[in-house]
T-cell receptor
């Protein structure tokens, strides 16, 4: 199956700093990438959908100025958590899809801890 | 809002037994998907069942779909310790901006004891 990678797999940052998470589709071109957030023992919640070359579409309740998403190429999307706070600590998962006809392939996730 | 609701929330069985997990949803769907997540890892797609299908098999997995009851079940037969994971159902819904998005249920945490 298609492979999606995320980097870093774990990151610890101090409160007030920003952290960038990368999501790459390794063997296909992803016209759409999705960013999810998962709290411990809970389900995945979609944060935003990004299409290559256009602005991301954020779900209700997700602050677009805090969670900056860039999808500059067909194989790379980045999520930047700005001015991180301890409540932003979570597991962030991306997924990528080549076309609306095809399934989403998920990355392995990034564990963010804000101290 | 969450579309899918799984039950049970947690299930513990012995190796060799069958495991059944259920999912209910609220709106009309085109398809329903089941995913697996090992602890602290990403999701693995297991199976997709379309709204016009009632049952689907893949190896030791059997999925049923009852659109009249808006429910689906995932059966894992002859379970193995390696099946220990969380299992989520997901349905497609329209997200902000009109694009399709996956809406996940709360998941069932399955533990298979050796």
């Amino acid at each position: 199956g298609a492979v999606v990678s995320q980097h870093p797999s774990r990151v610890i940052c101090k409160s007030g700093t920003s952290v960038k998470i990368e999501c790459r589709s390794l063997d296909f071109q992803a016209t759409t990438m999705f960013w999810y957030r998962q709290f411990p023992k809970q389900s995945l919640m979609l944060m935003a959908t990004s299409n290559e070359g256009s602005k991301a579409t954020y779900e209700q309740g997700v602050e677009k100025d805090k969670f900056l998403i860039n999808h500059a190429s067909l194989t790379l999307s980045t999520l930047t958590v700005t001015s991180a706070h301890p409540e932003d600590s979570s597991f962030y998962i991306c997924s990528a899809r080549a076309d609306s006809k095809y399934e989403q392939y998920f990355g392995p996730g990034t564990r963010l801890t804000v101290t | 809002s969450q579309q899918g609701e799984e039950d049970p929330q947690a299930l513990s069985i012995q190796e060799g037994e069958n495991a059944t997990m259920n999912c209910s949803y609220k709106t009309s769907i085109n398809n329903l998907q089941w995913y697996r997540q090992n602890s602290g890892r990403g999701l693995v797609h297991l199976i997709l069942i379309r709204s016009n299908e009632r049952e689907k098999h893949s190896g030791r997995l059997r999925v049923t779909l009852d659109t009249s009851k808006k429910s689906s079940s995932l059966l894992i037969t002859a379970s193995r310790a390696a099946d220990t994971a969380s299992y989520f159902c997901a349905t497609e819904a329209l997200g902000q901006g009109g694009s399709e998005k996956l809406v996940f249920g709360k998941g069932t945490k399955l533990t298979v004891n050796p």
